[in-house]
């Protein structure tokens, strides 16, 4: 079952706008993670917040996390064509960390 | 540094065939192993996971299995294959010290 829910599911943006998603979750959570898929492929790491952070920044990476609403955001700054991919947040669970991910957010960026 | 390695990147089945997907990972050991699913345009699905060898855990239950012979290796394995099989599988593992999982780039499969 999806963990997470993210919001907007597709997200279409000039270049060097800013774009943000929204991830929320249903559990108590360690940590929040956010990946990135391009298309077709398999997904890469992009930056983990934990439970005990409020925000945390990774070059043109900024991640919130509010627990008590039980939601993150993941803002990309200054965006570029090569930015177009899917974006999903993902939760931590169990002893073998199995993560859950949500929905994802396809995000295009136009030259 | 780690690897991880997932093979076929497309498959072509016809409906009843067996199904075997392989990865193997490098330059870690006693990693989490992980068989994820994803359907076009969705999230990812867990379908299976292993803490060590012969270990596996069953998220859903499914026309699938999984078995893992090896610390480094997670097959991923069907009798016969249903149209339902269809989607892009993703291999991943975790642990060494990392908090965060590292993806195969993935096996696109197609039952027809």
Redesign the interface.
């Given at each position: 079952s999806q963990q997470g829910e993210e919001d907007p599911q597709a997200l279409s943006i000039q270049e060097g706008e800013n774009a943000t998603m929204n991830c929320s979750y249903k559990t108590s959570i360690n940590n929040l993670q956010w990946y990135r898929q391009n298309s077709g492929r398999g997904l890469v790491h992009l930056i983990l917040i934990r439970s005990n952070e409020r925000e945390k920044h990774s070059g043109r990476l900024r991640v919130t996390l509010d627990t008590s609403k039980k939601s993150s955001s993941l803002l990309i700054t200054a965006s570029r064509a090569a930015d177009t991919a899917s974006y999903f947040c993902a939760t931590t669970r169990g002893s073998a960390r199995q993560l859950t991910f949500g929905s994802g957010t396809q995000l295009t960026v136009l030259p | 540094s780690q690897t991880i390695h997932?093979w076929p990147a497309t498959l072509v089945q016809p409906v009843g065939s067996p199904l075997s997907l392989e990865c193997t990972v490098e330059g870690t050991s006693n990693p989490?192993l992980?068989w994820?699913r994803q359907a076009a345009?969705?999230?990812?699905q867990?379908l299976f996971?292993?803490?060590g060898i012969g270990q596996i855990?069953s998220?859903v239950p499914q026309n699938l299995s999984a078995s893992r012979p090896q610390d480094r290796q997670f097959i991923l394995s069907s009798k016969k294959l249903l149209l339902s099989d269809s989607g892009?599988y993703?291999c991943?593992w975790?642990?060494g010290g990392y908090?965060?999982?590292?993806?195969?780039?993935?096996t696109?499969l197609t039952v027809v």
């Open positions: - | 997932q989490n992980y994820y345009g969705r999230g990812l867990l996971y292993s803490v855990s998220e892009f993703l991943a975790s642990g908090t965060e999982a590292f993806f195969g780039q993935g696109r």
